[in-house]
């Protein structure tokens, strides 16, 4: 499935604990104009199953931020299962591997397994590199490097296990440069929105009229005074 970018994904991480009042706001929140898909985590994609899940959000783009990190055979298996649910995105570790050796590559054979079983699925797998709320020394004490030396070679992984799109820091974004791929970038933060939550935490001006990004933002948005005009306030200033 082709996304009109700049696009956002609203990031509905309340689902599976407040599934009324988000549900809600969620229907409230598409109906403004914009490249906008709603995204849901592993807990809601376990509360309901992926064809309930759908449903909950039959018209608009879905994306189920599951950040497997399994076997080959496993994540085959769930890309399928999302395949066949009308997901329009799911989310693996690039840490698995992108090359095909004995040491790795996970992710690029099920990957390889699910476009030779479907190749016409519109499904797209998004790679994620690290979390936005870890640091330079968790990078340093758990892979031995530099946060932004991590990222860029986990982006390379996923770009080498056949993913649609690299989800990464958007503070490395030029540090990924010379590489061709989609970046979804969450912690999108406005000046006026300040908490501790990710590290990482972009402008949405940042990303201003780039046609190789997906922004990820859920807490401004969702628990603004107004979620629809803090919506539209975003959108405008990632537009060209």
């Given at each position: 499935?082709?996304?009109?970018r700049?696009?956002?994904?609203?990031?509905?991480?309340?689902?599976?604990?407040?599934?009324?009042?988000?549900?809600?706001?969620?229907?409230?929140?598409?109906r403004?104009?914009?490249?906008?898909?709603?995204?849901?985590?592993?807990?809601?994609?376990l509360?309901?199953?992926?064809?309930?899940?759908?449903?909950?959000?039959a018209?608009?783009?879905?994306?189920v931020?599951?950040?497997?990190?399994?076997g080959?055979?496993?994540?085959?298996?769930?890309?399928l299962?999302?395949?066949?649910?009308?997901?329009?995105a799911?989310?693996?570790?690039?840490?698995?591997?992108?090359?095909?050796?004995k040491?790795?590559?996970?992710?690029r054979?099920a990957?390889?397994?699910?476009?030779?079983?479907?190749?016409g699925?519109?499904?797209?797998?998004?790679?994620?590199?690290i979390?936005?709320?870890?640091?330079?020394?968790?990078?340093?004490a758990?892979f031995?490097?530099?946060?932004?030396?991590?990222?860029?070679?986990?982006?390379?992984?996923?770009?080498?296990?056949?993913?649609?799109?690299?989800?990464?820091?958007?503070t490395?974004?030029?540090?990924?440069?010379?590489?061709?791929?989609?970046?979804?970038?969450p912690?999108?933060?406005?000046?006026?929105?300040?908490?501790?939550?990710h590290?990482q935490?972009?402008?949405?001006?940042?990303?201003?009229?780039?046609?190789?990004v997906?922004?990820?933002?859920?807490?401004?948005?969702?628990?603004?005074?107004?979620?629809?005009?803090?919506?539209?306030?975003?959108?405008?200033?990632?537009?060209?």
């Open positions: 499935m082709e996304l009109n700049p696009f956002l994904w609203i990031a509905f991480d309340g689902l599976a604990e407040r599934e009324v009042e988000t549900l809600a706001l969620a229907h409230e929140l598409m403004v104009p914009g490249n906008t898909g709603v995204k849901v985590n592993l807990d809601a994609a509360k309901y199953g992926f064809a309930p899940l759908r449903k909950m959000f018209d608009v783009p879905l994306f931020d599951l950040k497997m990190m399994n080959a055979r496993t994540m085959t298996s769930v890309l299962e999302a395949h066949r649910a009308g997901f329009t799911v989310s693996a570790h690039a840490l698995g591997g992108g090359h095909s050796t040491n790795g590559g996970d992710p054979q990957i390889a397994d699910f476009r030779e079983r479907e190749p699925s519109p499904l797209r797998i998004y790679a994620v590199t979390m936005t709320h870890y640091s330079d020394d968790y990078c340093a758990h031995g490097c530099s946060m932004v030396d991590l990222v860029r070679r986990l982006a390379v992984e996923g770009i080498n296990a056949g993913a649609d799109a690299i989800i990464m820091p958007g490395f974004l030029n540090q990924v440069s010379g590489l061709r791929s989609t970046w979804v970038i912690g999108i933060r406005p000046k006026n929105y300040r908490d501790t939550r590290k935490a972009v402008l949405p001006e940042m990303l201003k009229g780039r046609k190789d997906e922004g990820v933002c859920g807490s401004p948005i969702v628990y603004a005074d107004d979620p629809p005009q803090a919506l539209v306030s975003i959108l405008s200033a990632l537009a060209a």
